[in-house]
Structures are given as C-alpha cells and as structure tokens.
C-alpha cells in the first residue's frame, strides 16, 4: 500500500496546538505521526486521502497556529527504510522494552515486544499507546479474555497475552494493521491471538473481561455502545486516543450512558487513558 506523506511545518504559542491539529488530521484517516522540531510528519494511506477533505478539516487551525505543508507520494517499497531509519526502543517503566526486529534484545527487561511496523499504528512510541502499555502492567489480565480494538500493530494484544490472557481478539479495520498484528504475534511467539480485519460489526457475540480501545475520540463515541455490550459485568474498558480537555469528559458521559462508570485515567501531555468499568 502506498502512503501519502505530509510535512507540516508549525509555528505555535503552545504545543496543545499543534496536538490539536494532529488529532483532527487523526479524525480524516491519517494513521501514522512523527513529530520533528518545527513541526511533524503526518501519514495517510494513498486511498484514503482527500484534498476537499482535508482542507475542510484544516479551516479553522488557521486562525489558531501559522503553519504549511508538502505532501509527498512514497511508496511502500521505501517503507522499511523509512522506519528503520526512524524508530528506536522504548522502554515503558522499566519492564517493557518495545523494540524492532532489527534492534538487539535487552534480557534486563522483564517485558520484551518485538514489533515490525511497517505502516501500522502503535510502537510504544505515542503517549496513548505508552499509557495503554502502562495500565496492562497495573491491572491484572491473567487467565482473562481481551479484546484490542484498532489494535494497530497488535503490540496491546500482545503485551496481554504476556502477561497472560487466556485469549485476546484484536480487531482492526485496516488490511495492513490485521496482517502486522498476524506477523508481531508470531514474531512474539505468541498463539493465542485472533486477529479480525473489520469494525465493530466483527466483535465476536461474547463477553470479554478487559477491551481495549486506543483509537480517537470520535470513533470511540461511535463504538461506546458495542463495548458495552461486549464487556462482562465487572469488566475493564481501557480509552484512549483523545485529550483531558475537553474529550475526557466527554467520552466519558458517553460511557456513562451505557452503564460504564469511570474510575481513574494516566495522562501525558494533553493525551489521556482512562478506565471504565461495567
């Protein structure tokens, strides 16, 4: 799959600003972000884009930061060179090592994820991911059914599985995202991972004790309801994607409505996780 690359060059009074923007590039299909001095890159499948579109979301950030952009085609031969020139290890409290294929194993990390990825969403590299990586560590999923909704590279469907869910389903509505989350989990000599190509229509008809849904706010708003529906009683719903202002609250009340009560949330920036329970 071909991707579309835009350069955005930014000048801003606050960095919320320009989370702002990439949240709302986010909303339009734009899956993949590197953030650079000055500015950040913003990735998109060659498909999806639409010029009308993304003018149209981009109107009002006129008036709120100065700012240009280039787009670039880049094919997906170059893809594996673009991201190896690009992502480095991360750690997530020193128990988790994210780390690519062709990175060396570090046996001090009582975690280890190895993630090849491509063009899928989701290295650990993100606050939201980060966070959700965070949370798994916190609560226990042993012997648990979970399931990773936009699971991206499936690194949380992963991570639960380690830590030793009795089953996760990951979901995501991207072919690229559902063959990565395939080739990670057998990187990761783990077996015990169906992976979905879809949207909500193909949650499984059970309950699940733990969701996770690392996705954006307006997606989230949409599939709320079928979580709520999917999760046992006493379940874990794990959300992320959005910001502490004003989505929190927001995504929250929209929980609410369905019988899922907030609990407590991780915040990094301005980006948020928050859990709710049935």
């Keep these: 799959m071909d991707y579309y690359e835009l350069h955005f060059k930014t000048e801003t009074t606050a960095d919320y ?6 949240n709302a590039l986010g909303e339009i299909g734009f899956d993949t972000f590197e953030e650079l001095d000055g500015g950040f890159k913003a ?17 009002d950030f006129h008036e709120m930061l100065s700012f240009s952009y280039t787009v ?8 594996n060179e673009l991201w190896e020139s690009n992502f480095e290890p991360i750690a997530i409290k020193d128990q988790i090592l994210v ?14 994820i190895v993630i090849d990825p491509k063009m899928a969403f989701g290295t650990g590299h993100h606050q939201t991911t980060s966070m ?8 226990n999923v042993d012997g648990k059914r979970v399931l990773d909704m936009g699971c991206g590279t499936g690194i ?28 990670n ?42 979580y709520a529906v999917a999760l046992k009683p006493g379940g874990s719903l794990y959300l992320s994607g959005f910001y502490e202002m004003p989505d929190l609250a927001i995504v929250t009340d ?17 980006w948020v996780a928050a859990v709710v329970v049935s």
């Design 254 to 270: 929209e929980a609410l409505k369905y019988g899922l009560k907030y609990v407590s949330h991780h915040k990094s920036g301005d």
């Design 132 to 139: 959700m990586l965070e949370l798994l560590l916190e609560n």
């Design 72 to 79: 670039n085609l880049v094919p997906q031969k170059n893809w």
């Design 17 to 22: 600003q320009q989370d702002l923007l990439i």
């Design 99 to 112: 780390r690519a294929t062709f990175h060396q194993s570090q046996p001090d990390f009582p975690y280890e």
């Design 156 to 183: 949380l469907a992963i991570m639960a599985s380690k830590l030793g869910a009795k089953s996760v389903t990951a979901i995501d509505y991207d072919p690229v995202c559902y063959e990565s989350t395939i080739e």
């Design 185 to 226: 989990a057998r990187l990761n000599h783990v077996e015990n991972i169906a992976a979905l190509c879809g949207s909500k229509e193909m949650i499984p008809d059970e309950r699940f004790d733990v969701i996770l849904a690392n996705i954006n706010r307006n997606i989230l708003l949409d599939q709320i309801e079928r």
């Design 43 to 59: 990735y998109i499948p060659s498909g999806a884009f639409d010029q009308e579109k993304l003018d149209a979301q981009l109107v």
